[in-house]
């Protein structure tokens, strides 16, 4: 071998290591992610117990105000992360949201945790935009679904970061414990973003290079056009309305149920998030990456099946009163709330130019933090509060109000099956888009 083709294949190696590296790296900041978003479902009771709040009350501290924030300073992150240095704006994200999270643990008042959750809010919204994009100058487009389904590998680990880990330390320590053990590691992680993670070139993997800079009216009434784009949006949120808006409830529903104390409940829904989200994400990243699979709209099909059958589960899940059978029910349905995850990412960004990328994640983004932290939360508390009626929410009350939210799982798999009728055409648009 000549010294230049010599040369050539260590650049090769080089990049392919570095490409991964910066992928296992976006992984961990999107587990911190998860984690420090939904920690505060496994210390819910112990909160709501000690500020002496309503389940309507608890949910809006603890969903709410993150959420509010979040999907408000999203879209302008978004729109500054298309124009400008997407690792800079991650790093100190990771940072504001970790810092903010150990202030979690600080707060000794309403208020106090009121003004944490905020700042969590407003760090998280730098988070899965940057990333993504970041991700999707590292791969082309069509690696995009297997790799956006590795990076979703951190949904599954954040989950079990924010129940199982969080719990036992909740049970030795306090729920305050939980928030510090949570959101110190963050802080170091936002460090490595700054000293080892490189910005790529914008678009350098696509036919079209992204050198240009979409305004805010641009990217919206370009994604208005892509129907496939908000069918996979509204797909995707409303997954989230219904998985993640169960999940958020779940170890409430089990320490009334069943008797759980926050450790129990935590390592019983810790080890479905971790080794069942995981397989489950493994498992779309390995079918992603079949050749077969390079059609958009198999994928969507995938979708479609695999959302809809495990709706049946999860409505048995908070019918049944066996723990034996609603645990075996957590196992068919919660590793279906990451299946959908990778995919979904990797569908929003090919069906956009490479200068919208972020943007397009943003609305993705809000739709599902809309729907999870804010109609999920919010809807079942009310509900929970009213079917408990003048003696107050309870187990019953609690299992009535999941039981309401379950079937939407129906109406998220009827989004993927309209997405797949314009998705190869408008995916084809957004690869030779070209300004007007």
């Not at 984690?35 to 501290?61: C, H, M, N, Q, S």
Request: a positive charge; proline letters at 4%.
């Amino acid at each position: 071998m000549s010294s230049r083709a010599l040369a050539g294949a260590q650049d090769e190696a080089a990049s392919l290591l570095q490409r991964w590296y910066v992928l296992i790296v976006m992984c961990l900041v999107y587990a911190l992610n998860i984690a420090a978003r939904y920690v505060v479902t496994t210390v819910f009771e112990p909160i709501r117990l000690e500020l002496k709040l309503t389940d309507l009350g608890a949910g809006f501290l603890t969903g709410v105000p993150l959420a509010l924030f979040y999907v408000s300073c999203g879209i302008p992150i978004a729109w500054l992360a298309d124009r400008s240095n997407r690792r800079n704006i991650l790093g100190a994200s990771l940072l504001l949201w970790s810092g903010f999270t150990v202030l979690c643990g600080l707060s000794r008042t309403y208020l106090q945790l009121l003004s944490s959750r905020i700042g969590v809010g407003i760090g998280e919204a730098g988070g899965t935009p940057t990333a993504t994009s970041i991700v999707s100058d590292c791969f082309p487009a069509e690696r995009r679904p297997m790799a956006l389904s590795i990076y979703a590998l951190g949904a599954p680990l954040g989950a079990w970061l924010g129940a199982d880990l969080a719990g036992a330390v909740a049970e030795a320590y306090g729920w305050r414990g939980a928030f510090y053990a949570l959101g110190l590691p963050g802080i170091l992680v936002g460090l490595l973003v700054y000293l080892t993670i490189r910005e790529p070139r914008r678009g350098r993997l696509d036919a079209v290079t992204g050198d240009d800079k979409a305004s805010f009216s641009e990217s919206l009434g370009f994604l208005w056009r892509q129907r496939a784009a908000f069918h996979v949006i509204m797909g995707s949120g409303v997954c989230s309305l219904w998985g993640w808006g169960l999940v958020w409830w779940t170890p409430t529903f089990l320490l009334r149920s069943y008797g759980l104390n926050v450790a129990q409940a935590g390592a019983l829904t810790g080890q479905i998030h971790l080794v069942g989200g995981m397989m489950a994400t493994a498992g779309a990243a390995w079918l992603m990456s079949r050749p077969f699979m390079a059609d958009p709209r198999r994928v969507l099909w995938v979708l479609f099946w695999v959302v809809g059958c495990a709706t049946i589960p999860s409505i048995v899940a908070y019918w049944t009163h066996s723990l034996w059978l609603a645990r075996l029910m957590f196992w068919a349905y919660i590793p279906a709330i990451y299946f959908f995850i990778g995919p979904c990412m990797a569908l929003v960004l090919n069906l956009a130019p490479s200068h919208m990328r972020s943007s397009f994640t943003a609305w993705s983004v809000l739709v599902g933090n809309l729907f999870n932290l804010i109609v999920a939360v919010q809807v079942v508390g009310f509900l929970s509060d009213w079917f408990g009626g003048t003696h107050g929410a309870d187990a019953h009350s609690l299992r009535w109000a999941l039981l309401v939210l379950a079937p939407t799982g129906f109406w998220a798999s009827w989004h993927f099956f309209m997405a797949a009728r314009t998705v190869v055409p408008e995916m084809a648009r957004a690869v030779s888009y070209a300004r007007p």
